[in-house]
């Protein structure tokens, strides 16, 4: 007879804790695998697994204990309350970026009166920056990009997912954006350095894309970058918001203030306490 629920689940999580690697995603394994509510799982704990369900549980283990993130072998994660498509072309999305979302449109709320708003996100990956402020902002007019082709086409099966419509432009971060002006930009950019890798997960750096994670200049490049050219894009008003590193606020506030100076630039905290977005609201 195959294993309890309980057991399956406690055998997969000492495997993965003697690697290093998370124990709570062999919860995540078995819900996948059986097609279970957190609840039903919870109820279910001393019953024995199906066959099937046991080989397709374990089936998701082996991978698991590769360090791949359990996003990607499930291929989809949640955001915003969303459901979007994940691959290896594509960061996971994490919920950092949703507070990014949160913030934009608290903010846009008050500096835009109800006429159809401008919208760009830089660097889209899996769309889920421009996928959440469709979704919470139906009249927007919100267009992505992304240097990645393959990206891309992530991105535009979220936004039909999700039943929203947004225009996808393929090139490099905001050059398909400069014949036109806009009234909010939003980019979450590689922004690590190089010299950070040795910190990072090895489910990070082995499995998700290199180019949507490292930056030159000490992880500071895409920000300067973007503070310099955004400038003649910009109506008025406009509200521009980046993620950023923890340690990043003061240098890209000073990118910033200096590409606006007439600008109000504000960091903003995560739910951790941690420096994790900056916007500059520009009248």
């Known amino acids: 007879m195959t294993e309890t629920i309980f057991e399956s689940v406690q055998r997969a999580k000492q495997l993965l804790e003697a690697r290093g ?5 062999a919860e995540l394994a078995m819900l996948a695998a059986t097609g279970k509510s957190r609840a039903n799982y919870l109820a279910s704990l001393n019953e024995h697994l199906p066959s099937k369900h046991d080989t397709l549980f374990w089936s998701y283990i082996t991978e698991l204990l590769t360090g791949k993130p359990i996003q990607y072998i499930l291929g989809e994660e ?32 008050k500096l835009f009166s ?50 929203v419509e947004i225009t996808f432009l393929q090139g490099d971060m905001e050059e398909p954006l400069e014949q036109q002006t806009w009234d909010i930009i939003l ?9 950070e890798k040795t910190e990072m997960s ?46 990043q606020g003061k240098a890209v506030q000073q990118f910033l203030e200096k590409a ?3 600008a ?20």
């Open 21 to 25: 690697l998370e124990p709570r995603t």
């Open 78 to 109: 949640s955001f915003y309350g969303l459901s979007f498509e994940v691959n290896e072309h594509v960061l996971i999305p994490r919920p950092e970026t949703e507070e990014l979302v949160h913030y934009a449109l608290e903010r846009a709320k």
């Open 114 to 163: 109800n006429e159809t708003i401008r919208v760009a996100d830089i660097g889209t990956g899996s769309g889920a920056i421009a996928v959440a402020f469709k979704t919470e902002c139906p009249s927007a007019q919100v267009t992505a990009t992304d240097f990645s082709e393959r990206a891309l086409e992530v991105a535009k099966r979220n936004a039909e997912r999700n039943e």
């Open 187 to 195: 980019s979450n950019p590689p922004y690590i350095a190089a010299h």
């Open 202 to 247: 090895a489910t990070v750096y082995d499995f998700e894309p290199e180019s949507a994670l490292f930056a030159e200049e000490d992880g500071l490049y895409f920000y300067r970058r973007l503070a310099e050219r955004l400038a003649p894009m910009m109506n008025r008003p406009a509200l521009i918001g980046f993620e950023i590193g923890y340690q």
């Open 260 to 262: 606006f100076p007439e």
């Open 264 to 283: 109000k630039v504000d960091i903003v905290q995560d739910i951790n306490k941690k420096d994790r977005m900056i916007f500059c609201e520009i009248r």
